[in-house]
Each structure stands twice: as structure tokens, then as C-alpha cells.
């Protein structure tokens, strides 16, 4: 068996559940849009591929009569979801820093479970470059739209020091005037760790706030997703019309390798898990499986938390993993962004010819981290957070929503990873947090 859970852990697991789960259900969950029908969220897809087979037609017959009508139906639908990116960024920013529990609140098990969080995360993320980027070169689309990007739009590459240094604006409000998304972004992150400090009262006020503005913007964005189809369509014909079938080929290749990096995240994560825990493969697969269905099946993460807590308990973890980590990781850990917004970011940058250096991509993961807290693990729900993490490294709104139209065609496997991420980081947590006996179902050899 693990360790027995050294003295305390008890109040670490109210203390999580409070401030974790309590937060996902009451901070960060917004009202859910009405129900669907079954097939529904398909729509984006299918309009997405009819625009790219339209286009593409248009582009080999020349006609191009419709391109300035799908041109300009296109830009107010992306101008519509781009209206609220800044108070919208800054909100789930300064709130999601709110759930990360403090110094004082944290034991043993509460540091090893951030641990494990943080080395799950920048793993997904270092595999999404180290494969993304070979991938990139070797199947990677040409950019065919680099000509849509207006020469005082595009970014270039600057030195690291004075990059650095615009990192904190002279005049906040003029970032926001400009909509220089980088430094608006830093400045959210110190201001919500600053929130932390504050008295109770304080606090819970700054809290209620930014929730209302953030909830707000997420009402407002719902409305404007629900025109997902026919914005996909008018850019995707926008675009096959301007470049032919080449950008049809680049979204197909992105699906294809999200799907293939979130399945070998999954299975690299149940390797780790079982080996560090010293757990049979076959035992882990067992007690995960049920859990997966049930990710499957409802595309909630969140969904998978009973089952998980049934199986950690078959394979005899110890309660802080079971009553404690696994609730904390489903309020923090969303072990598919790093790997989908990685990806998502390599091919648009490939797409428009923009060239991304080593400060774009560490803010860019820096910002998924934090914008990872700030939501639950519920279906499609990270395409709109995540947009302004995209427009802080320089890439067009119309690029990401163009990609963001096949999320359903991997919203099932991100939910998988997620739900792997959860129950990988309950067993890494026990062995993290030490253990002098090995459980019941260890391997007796590897």
C-alpha cells in the first residue's frame, strides 16, 4: 500500500474541494446554452468543408462573384467575436488566478499535486513542439494567406530585451485603445495575483466583479458562436476562392494531427502513471476505462470525476489522492490545451507566413496555462477563451476561428486527455508526496 497520509491532509482536501471544485461549480461554470440536438454540433465541420469544396471551385472556374459578399459576412462575424476579446481575457484571467490555492492552504499533498500539474502541462506542451514543429516542415500547408495580412499588421520578430521590457505598459489604457493584447494580458496576471493579497471582503468583491463582466462576455460569445456554420463557411470560401483547395488540405492535416498528438499524449501519460506508481498497465486501464465512456459519451471531463474517485480507490490510493488531487485536478488541469493550442498555433502562423520566436511561444503557453484554470472541463468551451492568447502572438482572428470550426471533430479525444491527465495525476501525486509501500496491484516487473 502507499504511505499512510501524513497529519492534515485532512483539512488540504476540504480546503481543495472548497476552493476547487466549489469554484468550478459556482466561479467558473456559466450558464449552459440550451440543449442541443443530437448531431448539432457538426454543423461547423460540415459548413466548413461545403465552403472549402465551393471555393475551391470558384477559385478553378474564376468566378468569384460571391468572394466579396462571403468577404464581407465573414470579417463582421469575426469583428462580432473579436469585440470582446480584451474584457473577456482580462476577466478569466484575474478570476482564474482566484482558484489556485494559496501558500497557507497547502501541504504535502497540495504541492506535490501542483507539481505534477505543472510537469503534465509543460510535457504536453514540449511534445506538441518537438513533433509539431518536424511536422510542420514535412506536411505543413504553404502560406497561401500571407497576403491577407496587411504589411502594418504583420509582427515582426523583436530583440528579447525590448520585448521584455513592453511587457508592462507605460499607459495601460493606451494598450487597450491599441488592442496590444501582450502587455494587457501581463498586467492582468499581476493584477489578479495581487487580488489574492487583499482582505476577505475585498477580495470577494474584485471576485464578484470580474465574474459578472466575465460571465457577461461568455453570454455574448455564445450568441455570436451560434453563427459558427455560417461564419466558417464565408471564410473557408473566402479563402479556398483566393488559394484553391490548399487550405482545405492544411485543415485536414491539422485534424489529423491534433488526433494523433492527443492520443499519444494519452497513452504516454497511462505509460508514465503506471511505471511511476508502480502499477500493472492492464490494472490502470481497467479503473480508467469506465471513466472514458462516460468522457465519450458526454465530451465533460468533469463528468468523469465519480468514476474516477471508484477506480483510484480500486487500485488502493490513498484518500488526499482520491478525496483531495482528483478534485483540484479537475479544477485546474486541462492536459489538451498545451497540445491543441500548440498545434493550432504552428499551422496558422505556417498558413499566413508569420514567423514565431522564442517570446511569442513562451507567452503563448504561459497565457493556455492560465486561461486553462479559468474554465471547467465541458464541451467545447476553450475555443473562445483561448483567443486572445492567439491575437497576443500575432495571428489573425480569422485564421484561429477558421480552426476552431473542426473542435467537434476533436472534442472527444481532448475530453479523453483530460480525463487521463486526472486520474495520471492522482497516482504521480501519491508517489510525489512519498510512499514507503507499494500498492496492491504493483507490477513485479516492468
Known amino acids: 500500500m502507499f504511505a499512510r497520509p501524513t497529519p492534515g491532509w485532512q483539512e488540504y482536501a476540504r480546503l481543495s474541494e472548497n476552493s476547487a471544485v466549489e469554484s468550478v461549480a459556482n ?4 450558464p449552459s446554452p440550451p440543449p442541443k440536438k443530437k448531431g448539432a454540433p457538426f454543423w461547423g465541420p460540415l459548413a466548413l468543408a461545403a465552403g472549402f469544396f465551393l471555393g475551391a471551385m470558384a477559385h478553378g ?4 462573384a460571391l468572394t466579396p459578399f462571403t468577404d464581407a459576412l465573414g470579417t463582421i462575424w469575426v469583428q462580432a467575436l473579436q469585440l470582446v476579446v480584451i474584457p473577456l481575457s482580462v476577466s478569466l484571467i484575474v478570476t482564474g488566478l482566484q482558484v489556485i490555492p494559496s501558500g497557507k492552504e497547502m501541504g504535502k499533498w497540495g504541492f506535490a499535486s501542483l507539481a505534477v500539474f505543472a510537469g503534465l502541462l509543460l510535457g504536453a506542451a514540449a511534445l506538441a513542439l518537438g513533433i509539431g514543429l518536424p511536422y510542420i516542415h514535412a506536411f505543413g500547408p504553404e502560406p497561401t494567406l500571407a497576403a491577407r495580412i496587411e504589411p502594418s499588421a504583420a509582427v515582426p520578430p523583436v530583440d528579447f530585451s525590448i520585448w521584455f521590457e ?6 495601460f489604457f493606451a494598450s487597450l485603445a491599441s488592442g496590444d493584447l501582450l502587455p494587457i494580458i501581463v498586467v492582468s496576471m499581476l493584477f489578479g495575483g495581487t487580488i489574492r493579497g487583499l482582505s476577505d471582503e475585498s477580495r470577494a468583491l474584485l471576485v464578484k466583479f470580474f465574474s459578472a463582466i466575465r460571465e457577461a462576455c461568455m453570454a455574448y460569445v455564445r450568441y455570436v458562436v451560434v453563427l459558427l456554420p455560417l461564419g466558417a463557411f464565408c471564410l473557408a470560401y473566402s479563402f479556398a476562392s483566393e488559394s484553391g483547395i490548399a487550405v ?10 491534433v488526433f494523433g498528438i492527443l492520443i499519444l499524449y494519452l497513452l504516454l501519460m497511462l505509460i508514465v502513471a503506471s511505471w511511476a506508481g508502480r502499477l500493472r498497465l492492464r490494472a490502470v486501464l481497467r479503473e480508467l476505462w469506465p471513466a472514458l465512456e462516460i468522457a465519450i459519451g458526454s465530451r465533460s471531463s468533469l463528468a468523469t470525476l465519480p468514476t474516477l474517485v471508484e477506480g483510484a480507490r480500486n487500485l488502493d490510493l490513498p484518500e488526499p489522492a482520491r478525496a483531495a488531487v482528483l478534485p483540484l485536478a479537475g479544477a485546474l488541469l486541462k492536459a489538451n490545451r498545451p497540445l491543441s493550442a500548440v498545434a493550432k498555433l504552428l499551422f496558422v502562423a505556417t498558413l499566413y507566413g508569420i514567423t514565431l520566436d522564442t517570446a511569442r511561444i513562451v507567452t503563448f503557453l504561459a497565457t493556455i496555462f492560465v486561461l486553462s484554470v479559468a474554465t471547467p472541463g465541458i464541451p467545447s468551451n476553450s475555443s473562445s477563451i483561448s483567443l486572445g492568447a492567439y491575437l ?3 495571428l489573425p482572428l480569422e485564421g484561429v476561428v477558421l480552426f476552431d470550426a473542426t473542435d467537434p471533430l476533436t472534442d472527444i479525444p481532448k475530453t ?6 486526472y486520474f495520471a495525476s492522482s497516482v504521480l501525486a501519491s508517489r510525489v508526496a512519498g510512499s514507503s509501500d507499494e500498492p496492491s496491484c504493483a507490477l513485479q516487473e516492468v
Open 27 to 30: 466561479l467558473m461554470e456559466t
Open 248 to 257: 482545405a488540405y492544411s485543415a485536414l492535416y491539422f485534424v489529423l494531427f
Open 61 to 64: 472556374s474564376g468566378y468569384a
Open 166 to 171: 513592453s511587457l508592462v505598459p507605460r499607459n
Open 416 to 421: 479523453a486527455v483530460n480525463t487521463t491527465g
Open 392 to 394: 497576443a502572438a500575432g
